[in-house]
């Protein structure tokens, strides 16, 4: 059936919220796009004039769709070249909203998302309607087509999990900038110890270049390995200047609510580095540097200021 301007502004009215839950449930800006759009389609062809709550009927679908995604994911995930991660998304992305408290902030941080990755389809789902959404459990439960006891039980759930990882510590933006000079400080000083002595004992490191960016396929584990390997790569070198096109202007940032390095090349954006910041120290990096996963930044950053580079590498 054929929308009308009224039908295709309803859709529209609640186009930032869905793409802002896909992209929790995905971990990737562009799938949740792609299960945007497909929400729209749905809708296009739908008979709208009975839909009696718009919002409630675009949010089941639009959940349902990703549910069956991240079930293939898992499936593609498995022959991923190297590690993966989520896809980090630079501060202002309206895909971060909402962020008013700690939970939903939270939410986005790539740590927490990558925590998502173990819990299941039907877990995630919950855990992000109630916990960044504040939906209630009778919501949660038609969405799912589940119970309301089953909705709080599944939340039970990946609460738990979510737990078992680290004690996050929320900084705001100048604390953030002064973790952010500290480390590159001790990075760029051509010595381990500055770097060991910001990092807790079981830090650890995770590069994701999907095998189109080299990337070390296990992770750096151990302050030590991961002082060695920070140091290693803010040396400057022929070879990385080959490899990235040219040398890299370095930015303090802030990605996914998280302090973050950026690094950007004739103004692309080459790699995001999310820096997790605990009462104990540095315990880790999430380095993108997979360029599949960085072009909404680069559109991002080529349409907002972001002043002066702190120095160039490479």
Request: negative net charge; aromatic residues 6%; contains cysteine.
């Given at each position: 059936?054929?929308?009308?301007?009224?039908?295709?502004?309803?859709?529209?009215?609640?186009?930032?919220?869905?793409?802002?839950?896909?992209?929790?449930?995905?971990?990737?800006?562009?799938?949740?796009?792609?299960?945007?759009?497909?929400?729209?389609?749905?809708?296009?062809?739908?008979?709208?004039?009975?839909?009696?709550?718009?919002?409630?009927?675009?949010?089941?679908?639009?959940?349902?769709?990703?549910?069956?995604?991240?079930?293939?994911?898992?499936?593609?995930?498995?022959?991923?070249?190297?590690?993966?991660?989520?896809?980090?998304?630079?501060?202002?992305?309206?895909?971060?909203?909402?962020?008013?408290?700690?939970?939903?902030?939270?939410?986005?941080?790539?740590?927490?998302?990558?925590?998502?990755?173990?819990?299941?389809?039907?877990?995630?789902a919950v855990y992000v309607l109630r916990e960044a959404?504040?939906?209630?459990?009778?919501?949660?439960?038609?969405?799912?087509?589940?119970?309301?006891?089953?909705?709080?039980?599944?939340?039970?759930?990946?609460?738990?999990?979510?737990?078992?990882?680290?004690?996050?510590?929320?900084?705001?933006?100048?604390?953030?900038?002064?973790?952010?000079?500290?480390?590159?400080?001790?990075?760029?000083?051509?010595?381990?110890?500055?770097?060991?002595?910001?990092?807790?004992?079981?830090?650890?490191?995770?590069?994701?270049?999907?095998?189109?960016?080299?990337?070390?396929?296990?992770?750096?584990?151990?302050?030590?390995?991961?002082?060695?390997?920070?140091?290693?790569?803010?040396?400057?070198?022929?070879?990385?200047?080959?490899?990235?096109?040219?040398?890299?202007?370095?930015?303090?940032?802030?990605?996914?609510?998280?302090?973050?390095?950026?690094?950007?090349?004739?103004?692309?954006?080459?790699?995001?580095?999310?820096?997790?910041?605990?009462?104990?120290?540095?315990?880790?990096?999430?380095?993108?540097?997979?360029?599949?996963?960085?072009?909404?930044?680069?559109?991002?950053?080529?349409?907002?200021?972001?002043?002066?580079?702190?120095?160039?590498?490479?």
């Amino acid at each position: 059936m054929a929308l009308t301007v009224s039908d295709v502004e309803r859709f529209e009215a609640s186009r930032h919220r869905l793409e802002a839950i896909a992209y929790r449930l995905l971990g990737s800006a562009s799938e949740a796009e792609d299960a945007v759009q497909e929400t729209f389609l749905r809708w296009q062809a739908a008979d709208v004039a009975r839909v009696e709550v718009p919002e409630a009927w675009l949010t089941k679908v639009l959940t349902n769709l990703c549910l069956n995604q991240l079930t293939s994911a898992r499936a593609r995930r498995e022959t991923y070249v190297g590690q993966w991660l989520p896809e980090p998304l630079l501060a202002g992305d309206p895909m971060l909203d909402p962020a008013e408290t700690a939970e939903q902030r939270e939410s986005v941080s790539l740590a927490v998302l990558a925590l998502l990755e173990r819990l299941s389809p039907a877990e995630r789902a919950v855990y992000v309607l109630r916990e960044a959404f504040a939906y209630a459990h009778r919501e949660i439960a038609a969405i799912l087509d589940i119970t309301e006891d089953a909705s709080q039980q599944t939340l039970h759930r990946a609460r738990k999990h979510v737990a078992q990882g680290r004690a996050r510590t929320e900084v705001d933006g100048a604390e953030a900038r002064r973790i952010i000079d500290e480390f590159l400080a001790a990075a760029t000083s051509g010595r381990t110890e500055p770097l060991v002595r910001l990092l807790t004992e079981d830090a650890v490191s995770i590069g994701d270049g999907g095998g189109k960016v080299p990337a070390r396929a296990k992770a750096f584990e151990g302050a030590r390995a991961v002082a060695t390997f920070m140091r290693g790569l803010f040396k400057p070198g022929k070879a990385k200047r080959e490899l990235t096109g040219g040398p890299a202007e370095i930015y303090a940032v802030t990605a996914n609510g998280d302090p973050a390095v950026v690094a950007v090349v004739h103004g692309r954006v080459i790699g995001i580095m999310c820096l997790e910041v605990t009462p104990e120290g540095l315990a880790g990096f999430r380095n993108q540097v997979n360029p599949d996963k960085l072009e909404r930044a680069t559109r991002r950053w080529a349409a907002t200021d972001h002043g002066e580079p702190l120095f160039q590498v490479f």
